[in-house]
């Protein structure tokens, strides 16, 4: 049995991949709308976040002989989790992750170690702050743009705990773009001028993730951008499915 860790668009490129190259695969997502957008991949799917004790009863429950950790780039504290698990059970562990956006040499770019630097850089740009980085560092972003008078409008996931959570921090509907990427590049131009943004705030989703796309329209209208940079990946992250299945079939 093979353990995905998922979630992501790629997540579920390998998960059909080993399925079809005949390997039983376990499928894990961290949200049930995680989970359903598995459903069709092939090999069976749960949902739920996993700490460390319950990936590793998860792996010896299941006969699991092989992880593969497909999650997001940013997604730091399962590949953490993940990789702790394989040690303790000295499970092999395979990373597989989307290639980084090449990013253009432009005086609007700007790059942000961590979230709390780029609230600081949205805020100092002026305007309004459309966000793209979810809800999970929200409360970071309207903390900073409360103490400088901004106005946050966040791009977030159409689903009723992310939409609550919004509320909670104070956003109102006229703030929230509830909508699933990625975008096309017409689409984020159009959201930016609706919302007169003032700077855009991304993490580095790579082209899958649309951050391309939000890049250029954002440069279309002589808006900064302020870009998070990536978490180091582990060593031997790799990047393509054949690659990917190559390992996979030297290791089991």
Do not use: W
Request: proline share 6%; with cysteine.
């Amino acid at each position: 049995m093979i353990l995905v860790l998922s979630g992501t668009a790629e997540g579920r490129a390998v998960v059909r991949a080993l399925v079809d190259a005949g390997h039983r695969v376990l499928a894990s997502a961290a949200t049930n709308y995680g989970a359903r957008l598995l459903f069709g991949c092939g090999g069976e799917v749960i949902a739920g976040r996993l700490g460390l004790e319950e990936m590793s009863d998860l792996m010896r429950q299941r006969g699991v002989r092989l992880v593969v950790d497909a999650t997001h780039p940013y997604a730091r504290l399962v590949t953490d989790t993940a990789i702790k698990a394989c040690r303790q059970l000295k499970l092999p562990y395979l990373r597989y992750q989307r290639p980084a956006t090449v990013l253009p040499a432009h005086p609007l770019i700007l790059s942000a170690a961590d979230y709390e630097e780029a609230a600081v850089l949205a805020v100092r740009q002026g305007g309004t702050i459309f966000l793209t980085t979810g809800s999970k560092t929200l409360c970071i972003f309207m903390r900073a743009a409360r103490e400088c008078g901004r106005r946050v409008v966040a791009r977030v996931l159409p689903e009723p705990a992310v939409l609550e959570k919004c509320f909670r921090l104070g956003l109102t509907p006229a703030d929230i773009v509830a909508l699933q990427g990625p975008c096309s590049r017409e689409l984020n131009r159009a959201l930016f001028e609706q919302y007169r943004a003032g700077v855009l705030v991304t993490k580095d989703g790579g082209a899958i993730g649309g951050t391309d796309a939000k890049i250029a329209a954002a440069l279309d209208l002589n808006l900064p951008v302020v870009v998070i940079r990536r978490p180091p990946p582990p060593p031997g992250a790799i990047g393509t499915v054949d690659e990917l299945l190559r390992r996979v079939n030297q290791l089991i």
